[in-house]
Structure formats: structure tokens, C-alpha cells
């Protein structure tokens, strides 16, 4: 199946700090990633599509300045999540998509603000 | 934009009995289905998915079924078993690039 490794898998900061979660396609070149937040008990939001080579596309109410996500290669996506506050905290997770070979999601990152 | 809508959002059932979940989605140029089942704190784990060209598919004790027409699709589980406890979502998308728009989830518990 699809492999994506997404580092680290927990991670708690100080409020006012900066953490950056890696995504990467280990067998495929992904051209485009998404990032996902998942708050407890609910469902798993886009937050973001993450373009190879070009600028991220924000879903409606994702502050872009806040969330910087880098596409610099085929294979690597980066989210920073910048001066973290409490509200913050969530499940991170990525994905990419294999056009008909499927999808591949990371194994999530939980990012704790305290 | 796409919506997709899940019910329910919580379900019991008795071990061995059948457990149905329903989606409807908006988005006539979605084509592509997948259920995932998701554990505490884990990444999705897809369970079956179905293309736009078929109307059920079955693996072993999970089928799913797709009416395009009414833009609806179901998750059925069989002789459900306490470790088919877990939530699970639907989703859709199209054949191009874009994401997969999530239902809200259904939290299944199976009683032994």
C-alpha cells in the first residue's frame, strides 16, 4: 500500500513557539499533498493542498501566515505551525494522492500547546 | 465544493448483528468512495472503496453500495465482532487531484 511517513508523531511546545511536522511519499512522487487537522471526537478537516514547486492553496478560515507549508520536493511537505497557542492543539495528519493507485496518509502527528 | 453527510454519528450493535452507515455527497463529478476505519490517535485505515462505476462491491464481512443517482453510498458490516469497534468515515472525491472531503464519522460499538 501507499507509504507516508509523517515525523513526529507527538510533539508538545511552549505557547508562543514554532514546531514544524514532516510529510514524506516514500514511494511515489507526490506533486500535490493535503493537510489535514483532526480536533477530538471529530472529523478530519482539510486545512491546505500543498503544491510541488509552487504556493499552498488554504481552505477558507486557515490562516496561511500561520500554518507555512513548503512543497520544495517530489517527495517532502512541510508544516510549520507558527507561534502556537493552546487552540493549536490537535491531530495533524497528511496525505497524497496516487490519482487511481489510491491514497497514502501519514501517521499523524499530535501536537500538544502548552 | 464538495459536502459529504454521515449518519449516524454514534452506533450500538449486538456482536453478530449487521451494522449499516449511510453517506449522501453533493458533488455530481465525485467518483471515488472510500470507508476508512480509523483507531484513537492513528491514521485512517481504508477498509473497502467503491468507483462511480460499480454499484456494490464486497469484501468478506464489509460491503459497500453506491446509488449515483441519489448521490449516496452505505457501509455494511456483517456478523460485526467487538474489534470492528472503532470510528469510521466516508469520503469522496473526484478522479483528478483533489482531496478527500470527509463525512463527520460514526462511532460503531459492537456489544459482545
Known amino acids: 500500500g501507499a507509504v507516508v511517513s509523517q515525523h513526529p508523531s507527538w510533539v508538545i511546545c511552549k505557547s508562543g513557539t514554532s514546531v514544524k511536522i514532516e510529510c514524506r511519499s516514500l514511494?511515489?512522487?507526490?506533486?500535490?499533498m493535503f493537510w489535514y487537522r483532526q480536533f477530538p471526537k471529530q472529523s478530519l478537516m482539510l486545512m491546505a493542498t500543498?503544491?510541488?514547486?509552487?504556493?499552498?492553496?488554504?481552505e477558507q478560515g486557515v490562516e496561511k501566515d500561520k500554518f507555512l507549508i513548503n512543497h520544495a520536493s517530489l517527495t517532502l511537505s512541510t508544516l510549520t505551525v507558527t507561534s502556537a497557542h493552546p487552540e493549536d492543539s490537535s491531530f495533524y495528519i497528511c496525505?497524497?494522492?496516487?490519482?487511481?493507485?489510491?491514497?497514502?496518509f501519514g501517521s499523524g502527528t499530535r501536537l500538544t500547546v502548552v | 465544493g464538495e459536502n459529504v453527510e454521515q449518519h449516524p454519528s454514534t452506533l450500538s450493535v449486538q456482536e453478530g448483528d449487521s451494522a449499516v452507515i449511510k453517506c449522501t455527497y453533493s458533488?455530481?463529478?465525485?467518483?471515488?468512495f472510500p470507508w476508512y476505519k480509523q483507531e484513537l490517535g492513528k491514521r485512517p485505515q481504508l477498509i473497502i472503496d467503491?468507483?462511480?462505476?460499480?454499484g456494490e462491491k464486497k469484501d468478506q464481512r464489509i460491503a459497500v453500495t453506491l446509488n449515483k443517482t441519489a448521490k449516496h453510498f452505505s457501509l455494511h458490516i456483517t456478523e460485526t465482532q467487538p474489534e470492528d469497534s472503532a470510528v469510521y468515515f466516508c469520503?469522496?472525491?473526484?478522479?483528478?487531484?483533489?482531496?478527500?472531503?470527509f463525512g463527520k464519522g460514526t462511532r460503531l460499538s459492537v456489544i459482545a
Open positions: 496525505s497524497d494522492r496516487r490519482g487511481t493507485g489510491g491514497i497514502g
Open positions: 514511494d511515489f512522487q507526490a506533486t500535490t
Open positions: 500543498s503544491n510541488e514547486g509552487s504556493k499552498a492553496t488554504y
Open positions: 458533488d455530481s463529478a465525485s467518483n471515488y
Open positions: 467503491i468507483r462511480s462505476n460499480v
Open positions: 469520503a469522496a472525491t473526484d478522479s483528478g487531484n483533489t482531496p478527500l472531503v
